[in-house]
């Protein structure tokens, strides 16, 4: 019973959210928060854009939003696969265990510092 | 940190990530939730098991589980479900019938004191299917998921440390260093919570000032 209110409550402020960032435009509106670690150093994170990337892809905008956070369109196929492994660890052990070997996991760590170096280089 | 790795399995346990294995009058079963416990229909003759825990324990000494079984008489002092090698049957037994069945390999112990910790019931036939070299445990989790959220999602470069720790966890695991991938996916999980916590926090007070500035 806890369960199904933790799914509810988790649905509803997606819902929320999603339509918050449907409705107003980060890159437009001033009420969205900065990035703490560009604010302060002046750098790109791994993740700067994704608010202005999120508010393209739920207006069906897949170009603007490869432009405003590539990354973040690799990483949502990405989560998706291992939240359906992790769903299924006792049915198919195998997945998971692939999933979260040490190479593909080294892979994408490398994968997202490369993104950060050359994010801040090209001004991506 | 201890209170960081309690915080972790507070949380665990409130979003039901905690799994118990169960042995119920000598049959084994698990890993289940919370929610599959309390539909197996145990009675308070039960032992069960879940990670963090030394040995099995009756599953009355265990409050969350309040409710979760029929309280049945136990009168004869059921032992403590004997070792994994030990024959499970046997031991469910009622205790005047146990002389004559001895138990194979070793003799009959009626209270298993402190046995070595972290031993796991006996068999995991879903987690032995994989290729990982440690079929008796399974592998903590590795908070991958969570890590990738919090890097793309909430600005602040921890969740970064927190993919680290990710591969950690498998490479320790399969090393046979199970202590060790414990506690790096428990700091792992704390590197997430703390990367969403803040972002979290930060950003009504963000909100706050920029409406601020532009006033």
């Known amino acids: ?124 | 940190m201890p209170i960081f790795a309690t915080i972790v399995k507070k949380l665990s346990f409130i979003f039901k990530i905690m799994q118990y294995w169960i042995n119920h009058n000598g049959v084994q079963s698990g890993p289940v939730d919370l929610d599959g416990l309390k539909q197996l229909g145990l009675t308070s003759a039960a032992y069960v098991w879940h990670e963090g825990l030394s040995d099995w324990v009756k599953i009355t000494q265990l409050p969350e589980l309040q409710g979760a079984y029929e309280m049945v008489a136990d009168g004869t002092g059921q032992p403590q479900p004997a070792s994994p090698q030990g024959e499970p049957r046997a031991v469910a037994q009622e205790p005047a019938t146990r002389p004559d069945e001895p138990v194979v390999g070793q003799p009959y112990q009626p209270q298993q004191p402190a046995q070595q910790p972290y031993r796991q019931p006996a068999q995991q036939p879903q987690y032995a299917a994989t290729d990982q070299p440690s079929p008796a445990e399974p592998c903590p989790p590795t908070n991958l998921v969570w890590a990738i959220i919090s890097t793309v999602l909430c600005c602040l470069p921890a969740g970064i440390v927190a993919i680290v720790y990710a591969t950690k966890v498998t490479s320790k695991y399969r090393a046979g260093d199970i202590e060790g991938a414990k506690r790096a996916s428990e700091t792992g999980a704390w590197w997430c919570i703390a990367s969403i916590v803040l972002g979290i926090l930060y950003t009504p007070f963000a909100m706050l000032i920029q409406t601020a500035l532009m006033n």
């Not at chain 1, 806890?2 to 435009?25: E, Q, T």
């Not at chain 1, 949502?76 to 979260?100: D, K």
């Open chain 1, 1 to 124: 019973m806890r369960r199904s209110l933790v799914i509810v409550l988790v649905v509803a402020l997606l819902l929320v959210l999603g339509f918050i960032y449907y409705a107003l435009d980060p890159s437009q509106s001033g009420f969205f928060p900065r990035c703490i670690f560009l604010e302060y150093t002046g750098y790109k994170c791994p993740g700067c854009g994704s608010q202005r990337a999120v508010h393209a892809l739920l207006h069906g905008d897949v170009a603007a939003a490869f432009h405003y956070n590539t990354m973040l369109l690799v990483a949502i196929p990405w989560i998706a696969v291992c939240l359906f492994a992790e769903s299924r660890r006792t049915s198919n052990p195998r997945l998971y265990a692939r999933l979260n070997a040490p190479l593909l996991i080294w892979l994408f760590l490398a994968l997202i510092l490369l993104w950060w170096l050359l994010r801040n280089i090209f001004n991506w």
